[in-house]
Structures are given as C-alpha cells and as structure tokens.
C-alpha cells in the first residue's frame, strides 16, 4: 500500500496547506462582523466551481489509480507472478496521447486568444489523436491475444488488461466532454463558457496523459523479454 | 482569506443578487421525480435509505430469532443466515449509514448552513440519487435471483465469498458487487458536490470557523469517503473479475470440493488490505458526521455555545487524517506479518486521544449551561453513552494482542453496533426529531418521541452491553448455532434475552415510523425558528424553505455558529445572520 | 430530570453486571495468562472512565437542567482544561498501550524449542499433521492433494514419509511444552481458535501462517473455525487432548505415517505414479 498512502500523503499535504490559510487557530467567538464579500455568488473563490470540481475528482480518480498499483506490486511479489511481454505498438500509444495533450494545450492558448480557427484545428487534432489512441489500445489488446496472452493467462495479463481498461474508460469519458466542447466551438458558442470546458478538457488530458506514463513505467520495468 | 473585523461592525448591505442562476422546475415531475434541488434530492436519499433500512431490520429479527433460539424456526437454514447477516451489514453500513449521512442530511443541510442556494452542480447532484437507486435495487434483486444473496458475510472475503460452499455464490455476489461499484460512482457524484459546495458555496462572512460543526463532520467524512471509496471499487471490481473472468488477483491454487481449480497464487491478504484501507475511513465517514450533528443538537438545547469549537475541529480533521493510516487492526489475526501489529496497533490508540477530546466537549457543554430535556436532547445524550462503552471497548480491540482472543468474538459485535450501529443511529434519530420542523414545519409528536427514545436507548444497551460478555467467554460470531459446545452453554440464556429486546426495539421503531406520517398532518405548527438556534437554516424566510432557499437576498453572516447565551444578550441565542452588536460584554 | 436517575442506573447497572454476571472467559489453559491480564488493566481503565464519564454526565443533567430564569454560562473555551485532560488520556492510552505492545511481542516471538505441528483447515473439517521420528514436516503442495492425501504432501520427500498424520480424530498435545502451530488450507480463510487457548490465527490457502503456545492445563479442549469459511462454519469442531508426555508418546504409537496411509495392499505409493 506504499504507492497508496504516498499518494495520499501528497493529498493530505494540498489540504494541510490549504487548511493552514484558513485561520484555524482564530477565535471565531472573538469576531464580528461580514468580512469582505465574495468575488461573486456561488463561486465564493477565483476558481471556477467547474475547476474545482474536477480537482477533487482528479484526487479522487489517482487514488483509483494509486490503489490499482498498490494492488499491482503487492500481487507481484506472489510466487506464481510471470512478467509480461509488451507489445512495441503502446510505444506509438504513448506518442499518441503525449500529441492529444500538447494539441490540447495548444487549444487552451488558442481560446485564451480567442483564435477560432486554430482552437477548432487543435480540438480536432486532440479528439483524433486521442480516439486513435485509444483504437491503438484495442490493437495492443489484440496484438496480446494473437500471441495467446489472455486475461485469465496470467496474474501480470489480468492486471494489464484491468489497468488498461479502466484508464481507456476515463479517457473515452473525457473524449465525450471534449467532443461536447469541439460541437460548442464549431458553432460558436460564447467564448468565456468554451474556454473554460476546453481548460477543464486540457487538465484532464494531462492528468490521464500522467497517469498513463506512470502506468506504462511501471509495466516497462517490470515487464519480461520478448514473446 | 476573509478579513474580519474586530469587535462590532455596521450593517452591511446585502448580498446582492440578481436572478439566482436556477433551473426552476417546471412541471411535478421535475419538482418532486428528476428535481434539481437539493432537499428534494436530500428527501428522496433518506426515504430510499430508511426504507431498505427496513429491509436490514427484519433481517436483524430473522437472526435474532434463530440465536436465541436456535432448532425453533425451520425456515432458518444455515444458508439463509449466513445470506441475512451478510445483507443486513451491507445494508446497515453502505446503502442506510452512509447514504443517509451524507446523500441525506449532506444535501439537506449543506447549503442552507453556509447560506447557499444549492450545490454547485444540482445536475450532477440529481444524478447521483438516481445511480444509488439504481444500486439499491440491484441489491435488492438479489434476493430474487437464483441462489438468494450472497452470504460470505459484509466483509465478502475471496476467496469463500465466491466459491460453491457459501450462498450466492453464483448470482448474489454478482450482484452485490456490482451495486457497489454503482453506490461508489453515485456516491462519487454526490461527494464532489458537498465538498465544492462547501469550499465555494459559503455565503458572506461564512468563514470555515464560523461553520457549525455539522458541515464540519459532513465535509471531512466526504473527503474521507472520496479518497477511500476507491479502495472498495478496485477490490470488487478485481472479485468480480476472479469470479466472472477467471482471473487470480485474489485465488490462490485451492482444492474447491475435491475439485481442483484453475486458479494460481492469488492473495485472499491482498483483497483484506483493499477492503480495510476503505472499511476503516468507512467507520469514521460515518461517525464524523455524527459527532458533528451531535455537537450541534447538544449545544442547542443546552443554550450553551459547543466548549473547545477549535479544539472540535481539530479532532475531527486529526481523526480524518489518523484514520487513514489505522486499517489492519482489522487484520491482527489474519496471518499477514504480525510485526505489523506494533504499528497499527499504536496509530489505532493514539485516535483515541482526539476522540476522547470530542467526549469530554460535548460534556463540558452540558457543565454550566440550561439543559433543555428535548426530544433531540435526549437522543444526543444517549449517543454520548453508548458511543463512550463503544468507543472505549475499541481500546481492547485496537490493542493488537487484547484482540487475539476477541477477534471474531461476539465482542466484536458488539463493539462495532454500539459505536457505529447504536450511536450513529441515535444521532439521526435526534437529527430527524430537531430538523423535521423545518423539512416540513410541523413538530414531530413529544409523548411518542419520548416512549421511542426510551426504548431504543434502553433497549439498544441492553443488547449490546451482554454480548460483550458472550465474546468474552468465546461465543463466535457468524455462527448459526452454537451446538453442544461445553464452555458456552451458559450464553444460551443471554442470548434469548437479547433477542427478545431486540424484538421490542425493533417494534419501537414502527412508532416512530407512525409518528413521522401522523405528524406530516396532525403536528403542531413549528414556526420557522422552533428550538431558537443560531445556525442559518432556521433563518429561512420560508419553511419548508422553498428552492432557493433565500428568497431574493442571501444572508450575510455576523458571528459564529454558537452565540447562546451571549451575556447582555435580549434574548438567549443570537442568529448568526444578525448584525446588532448587543453583547455588552 | 428521569435521565439523570437512570444514567446513574447505568452506570451502576453497568459495573454489577461486570462484577455478578456469570457470564465470563473460560479458564485459562495456556501460557497466555499476560494476555488475560492485559484485558484485566483494559476494564479497570476503561470502566473507569466509563463510569466517570456518565456519572458526571448525569450530575451536570441534574445541575443544569432547565429551570425558569436559568442562564448558561458564556464561555468558549478552556485551554488549560482541555490540555489537561488531553494528557490524562494520553497517559491512559499509553498504561494500555505498552503492556499490551510487549505481550505482543512475546506472540510473535516464537520460541526456539517449540515443536511444530501442523494444522489444515478445509470446508468442514480439520486435519493434523506431527513430525515422525526425523523431527521434521516434510514438504507439501496443494497440487498433491488427492482423496488419499488429503493434506497434498509431497510423496518423494522422505521427510515427510514418516510425518503423522490425523485424520477425523482429535490432536493430542503433551502439556508443559511449547508449540508451534503451522496453519494451512486447501480452500478458503479458516481460523484455528481454542476459547481455553486465547490464542487464534487464520489460515489462508496458499500460504502458511503460525502462531505459538504451550498448553498448561491437562484435558479435551473444543476446536472452533473462527473465520467464516461456508454454510458449514458452525459444524467446523475438533478436539485437542492435552494429556502428560508419556500418554502423548503412548498416543503417538498408535497413530499412521504418511506411508501407512498412502500404502494401501498393493504397496505402491499413491499419487507417485503421475
């Protein structure tokens, strides 16, 4: 559980932080009186409730994914555990979903400019490079059963194809989002609201995009010659 | 940060408004079915919750039944007792507890204590009620399926849980472990709410120490629930794999019947670690929220600000914090490296400490205040009592080698009901009786309010402080019957004793069921302000408070939540919305 | 105003019960009196501050209860209060703490002497298995496992041809000599518990786990699966006899190897042949 609770470390440290600008140790009995007023109804802080929300769903999706890896080297020191052979082909996955997030963060600056012709070009560019990601996992996936290596092959097969799906699924979770933004940019919808989903879609690139190099990592080092 | 401050300021204009950004219903349909707003969604959580708490309630009778008097009640068969207490625990802890604390009284009380118009994403919020429908009544058709529920007890341990000898193995666990996997992404949806809410809804001047400790427990226990949750979704979705797809995450090489079986080096210790680093935060998320309703009703009706309020948020973010790094205290006898012990059992007594910090305010809060003996009242102190036997009892338990000889004890069991079955419940019985008023603006009944506190309170002792003292001779838990074993014929007659009380418990429970129909009705009119509270939520300008909440102007908040009994004060309590500076003092 | 009256019931109730109730722990017959003893200084803590903490609660409902004209005191915060009780708790925690940190080690420090036996769990039945003549358990696999070799010993290792095997018939242990318990199973989580013995541990498939103890008291002790293993959980028993060491011998003639029970009339080894 080291991945888990390192993972969860860093977390509680964002909240201790957090926490610690928050006057804690004021004497709330002692204080009157209404402060300054918020920046706005319901959006108390700078930040966009939307952003926020998907902060703390972001925390929530890496303890999944932390937890999965705590699993996974847990499993591994089990004494039947055969390394995996992986296929040369999650390599161009990798440069895939490494070109949706830069398209993407192209996009942010785009929209920041409010350069419509090239934040569609970038959107598109992102959604594609992202669907033929996740068409290149499925690949993978078959490349792996031709070679006989099903889910039930082995412990280290299972946990590929578990991680795997469960990291595809969050991406084609986001694709939807993007592809919502992409129709909303197409037909010009107002600039502020297409910003921000295009920001939010952009974090949540990066996050899966970290996710995956973490996970790919982990599979590289631990993997076995080839098949 | 907010700047406040000192010492008495004007009156503020009001928080402006324009037109509160709302999706106003339209028809009855998206009013009362797919609604938008919170209390809806808060009301429709806790009838789902209470009514498949029913479910887990005649499952605790049908157990009871065959322990205290086991041979009597042919229908029982060890099969379908294993498959009522593994439902009944689910049940309990999952779909009632947590569902309740936060889908319930999360939604309800969130927004209308730190002054906001609904969660930030009502969409969303909506959603997260209908997954965890959706999962109740995945649960729920597992009773109908072929081979009942499952019965490898609520802890579904592998690699019993999915194998011939125990019940359900074939559709049950299934089923419950897909309703699971819909609970948490419900949940999930639901949680992002209360916690953005709370970080961004605060209206102006709620500054988080000025937040009464209800949203305190609530939003602690969420980002616990948030973060541990996870742990619950990757085990039951690995079971489901080893059962579905012939995966060996947690199957070792096993002799399954005489049958050998194609499964190799799993580890059953793997799937306990997942389970326990959800199952134990899964205790506080349901207890902080309780400690933080129980500060509240105790500080109310003893007229009395809450003693130490820093000291109690403290606790409650320490004992978050804490509970993270306690879960294989669950697992001192479960054959993983027993050096572990020392650790756990270490950083599982030191939560103690900031446990019993939270006792002794509630208590110092009754010392020297003007203790009204109101319906809530009553259930707040009644939980002091059984969450202290409870909490104290866990000191045996947390202590790796006391726990040696009372791990799987009926010792246990009681532990577990007083301090998160009997004590939670109480608080949300409390809570019912103090916020009903408000939900609906009638008074829930006194007389009958009085005769289910007594009942339950001294009927819910009487059960669980004896069967202490079966797990102390070496009555097991999960079993069927006891059979002629020597040193525990003396339980039987304990046990009767205990099934009979529980019987009338769970009778008692009817009459509070009754009361909160009868009173939707035939309650006195409560007026917005009953129990003359300083916490936003009586400051509504209606009740029930409309969608909205406030009318066209937000409150502005003044004080914190606990100015009773301000000295120079008109009156004993002063709103945390009003501005004159009274106090003399 | 009752409340105050019966919290005080309580709490008296409560510690009557403790001291007149028959219902109590079986008498001790191991070397686990420490953690008897253990338990003992956990009750008297935590009762009394059970019994202070209600008592108290009771006094102040009575005190302060609502009265016409009746005012709470306004007063936020104590921090020498608070600290205060902190630390009593903390020095609370800790007496309890610390006797039970080195009873635990003394659990988990096997003792160099102790024999070793082993025991298998399987739905719903126990088997045991002692060392023969050689001193030592031969090796075993659940892939042996076969309606004659129960238990998936390895039938090419000679340490384990002479190893004793029982089988459906209850373990005798000699008294006053400390043993290792080895635990295995061939299917699901089971749990090796003697109430007399105080000292538990699971048993998982595919790994061995232990514990130790010596048996202090001659007698027939009841064996109870303490972790839910299936339907049959409850009809899971066994017996364990401790007897003194010539009547352990004595036992220990009477009972078959290994070899015994996998030669049957042919001669040949069971399960060697594949």
């Known amino acids: 559980m080291a991945v888990t609770i390192i993972f969860l470390a860093v977390v509680g440290s964002v909240i201790a932080w957090w926490l610690s600008r928050q006057r804690l140790t004021s004497k709330p009995w002692l204080e009157e009186g209404a402060g300054e007023p918020p920046a706005g109804p319901g959006s108390g802080g700078p930040i966009p409730a939307a952003k926020l929300g998907l902060w703390v769903f972001l925390a929530v999706v890496g303890s999944l994914f932390a937890l999965f890896i705590s699993a996974y080297s847990m499993r591994m020191h089990m004494g039947d555990w055969r390394p995996l052979s992986l296929p040369d082909l999650l390599w161009v996955n990798t440069g895939l979903l490494i070109f949706s997030s830069f398209a993407l963060h192209r996009a942010v600056l785009a929209a920041r400019r409010e350069d419509g012709g090239n934040l569609e070009a970038a959107l598109l560019a992102g959604t594609v490079s992202a669907a033929g990601f996740l068409i290149g996992q499925i690949l993978a996936w078959r490349q792996m059963a031709a070679g006989g290596v099903f889910l039930a092959s082995s412990p280290a097969a299972s946990f590929f194809y578990l991680i795997t799906a469960v990291h595809g699924l969050h991406l084609a979770g986001g694709l939807v989002a993007l592809t919502r933004a992409g129709i909303r940019v197409a037909r010009g919808g107002g600039t502020e609201r297409t910003r921000l989903s295009v920001e939010l879609c952009a974090v949540y690139w990066h996050f899966l995009l970290l996710v995956w190099v973490v996970l790919f990592a982990l599979l590289l080092l631990t993997r076995g010659g080839t098949h | ?585 | 105003m009752y409340i105050a009256l019966i919290l005080v019931l309580i709490a008296a109730g409560s510690v009557l019960f403790h001291f007149l109730s028959p219902w109590w722990w079986t008498p001790i017959a191991s070397n686990w009196r420490y953690i008897d003893d253990t338990i003992v200084v956990t009750f008297w803590i935590t009762g009394i501050v059970f019994t202070a903490v209600v008592l108290f609660m009771a006094y102040c409902i009575f005190r302060y209860r609502h009265r016409p004209g009746r005012q709470a005191v306004y007063e936020p915060e104590s921090k020498r209060l608070e600290w205060w009780l902190t630390i009593v708790t903390a020095v609370g925690v800790v007496a309890m703490l610390a006797p039970g940190l080195v009873v635990w080690n003394q659990f988990v420090t096997v003792p160099d002497d102790a024999a070793e036996f082993e025991v298998v769990g399987q739905q719903w039945q126990w088997t045991f298995r002692l060392p023969g003549e050689d001193g030592r358990l031969g090796a075993s696999d659940i892939r042996n496992v076969t309606f004659e070799n129960p238990l998936g010993l390895n039938p090419d290792d000679p340490n384990g041809r002479d190893d004793i095997v029982v089988i459906a018939d209850d373990l005798h242990l000699p008294v006053g000599r400390p043993v290792k318990v080895l635990l295995r199973s061939v299917d699901v989580l089971h749990d090796f518990y003697v109430p007399e013995f105080r000292a538990k541990m699971d048993m998982i498939p595919g790994t061995v786990t232990y514990f130790w103890f010596t048996p202090t008291r001659t007698g027939r002790f009841e064996i109870l699966c303490f972790e839910l293993c299936g339907s049959g959980h409850p009809y899971m028993r066994g017996g364990v006899v401790v007897e003194p060491e010539s009547d352990f011998q004595a036992w220990l003639g009477q009972q078959r190897t290994f070899a015994e029970l996998s030669l049957p009339n042919d001669g040949e080894i069971v399960g060697a042949a594949d």
Do not use: C
């Open chain 2, 1 to 585: 940060m907010v700047d406040i401050a000192r010492g008495p300021t004007d009156l503020v204009p009001p928080a402006e408004v324009e037109d509160a950004e709302l999706y106003h219903p339209k028809s009855w349909i998206t009013k009362y079915v797919f609604s938008q707003d919170a209390k809806v969604i808060a009301i429709q959580y806790s009838l789902t919750a209470m009514a498949i708490g029913l479910v887990a309630l005649v499952l605790s009778w049908l157990m009871r039944l065959q322990l205290g008097f086991p041979g009597y009640f042919s229908f029982i068969s060890p099969e379908s007792y294993y498959q009522f207490i593994t439902m009944h625990g689910m049940i309990m802890v999952i779909y009632l507890l947590t569902a309740l604390f936060l889908g319930g009284f999360g939604n309800y009380l969130i927004p209308l204590m730190i002054g906001a118009r609904d969660m930030v994403f009502p969409y969303v919020n909506m959603l997260s009620y209908w997954v965890y429908l959706l999962a109740v009544l995945v649960l729920v058709a597992s009773f109908f399926a072929p081979g009942g529920p499952t019965g490898a007890g609520w802890t579904l341990y592998p690699p019993q849980a999915i194998l011939s000898g125990t019940p359900g193995s074939g559709w049950g666990i299934v089923l419950m472990l897909s309703s699971l996997i819909l609970f948490i992404i419900g949940f999930t949806m639901g949680g992002l709410n209360y916690v953005v809410t709370v970080l961004q809804g605060r209206t102006r001047g709620m500054t988080l120490m000025r937040m009464p400790l209800t949203i305190w427990g609530i939003f602690t226990a969420t980002v616990m629930a948030l973060l541990a949750f996870p742990a619950l979704f990757v085990g039951a979705v690995m079971l489901l794999f080893d059962r579905l797809l012939g995966t060996s995450f947690f199957m070792p090489a096993i002799v399954e019947m005489g049958q050998f079986l194609e499964r190799d080096g799993g580890s059953p210790i793997l799937f306990q670690h997942l389970f326990w680093f959800f199952g134990h935060p899964e205790v506080y998320i349901v207890a902080l929220p309780a400690f933080g309703i129980v500060s509240d009703l105790i500080s109310t009706h003893a007229r009395r600000n809450i003693f130490g309020y820093r000291m109690m948020v403290w606790a409650i973010v320490a004992i978050g914090a804490l509970s993270f790094i306690v879960w294989a205290h669950h697992m001192y006898v479960s054959g993983m490296n027993p050096y572990f012990g020392f650790f756990f059992a270490t950083t599982t007594l030191i939560i103690a400490v900031p446990t019993a910090i939270k006792v002794y305010n509630w208590i110092l809060t009754l010392w020297r205040g003007d203790i009204h003996l109101t319906v809530p009242m009553l259930f707040a102190l009644g939980f002091v009592v059984t969450f202290v036997n409870g909490g104290l009892t866990g000191l045996f338990l947390g202590n790796a080698v006391v726990d040696v000889p009372l791990s799987d004890t009926m010792f246990v069991v009681a532990h577990f009901h007083m301090v998160m079955g009997v004590a939670p419940i109480l608080v949300i019985l409390g809570a019912i009786y103090h916020w009903y008023p408000k939900i609906t603006g009638r008074m829930l009944n006194d007389a009958l309010g009085k005769f289910h506190f007594w009942v339950t309170f001294l009927g819910a002792y009487a059960i669980f402080f004896p069967m202490h003292y079966l797990g102390l001779m070496g009555v097991p838990r999960r079993y069927f019957e006891l059979g002629e074993t020597i040193s525990l014929q003396e339980s039987h007659s304990l046990n009767a004793f205990i099934t009979v009380v529980a019987l009338l418990v769970g009778f008692a429970q009817m009459v509070f069921l009754f009361n909160l129909g009868w009173s939707l009705f035939r309650g006195r009119e409560a007026g917005s302000n009953p129990w003359r509270a300083t916490t936003l939520e009586w400051q509504t300008p209606d009740t029930p408070p409309r969608h909205g909440n406030w009318g066209k102007e937000l409150p502005v908040v003044y004080r914190w939540a606990y100015d009773y009994s301000v000295p120079g004060a008109e009156q004993d309590f002063l709103p945390q919305n009003q501005p004159s500076p009274v106090r003399s003092g």
